[in-house]
């Protein structure tokens, strides 16, 4: 039992994922567009923590990386794609990206 991201759910997330995102926005700091997607995404996951949320906390993870590259690209005006420039390692370490993926291991699961 517990709360199963409905697809509607996921797109929403994913939808304000990219309006944080947009290209009207790249005039903020890199840190603040940072520490607000964490926010959503620590907050989203917060709420849908208990069941098959794997699927969910992967589509969603997969989406704010890619918007979070695709955002750094138009703010420093980098060629696309961003994967040499903005590796896995840096969205965590440089910008401190959270991954909703290796959430799911801290999740008070029950141990009978």
């Known amino acids: 039992l517990g709360t199963v991201p409905s697809k509607k759910r996921v ?13 009207d926005k790249v005039w903020q700091d890199s840190k603040t567009v940072v520490d607000r997607l964490n926010r959503m995404l620590i907050g989203w996951a917060n709420y849908f923590c208990l069941g098959p949320v794997s699927k969910a906390y992967s589509a969603v993870d997969m989406h704010a990386r890619w918007r979070l590259r ?21 969205l965590n370490s440089v910008y401190g990206l959270v991954q909703l993926p290796h959430r799911t291991a801290n999740l008070p699961w029950a141990k009978a």
């Open 11 to 23: 797109q929403r997330i994913c939808r304000a994922i990219s309006d944080e995102t947009g290209r």
């Open 70 to 90: 695709r955002w750094l690209c138009d703010k420093h005006k980098e060629p696309r794609p961003a994967y040499k420039r903005f590796p896995e390692a840096s």
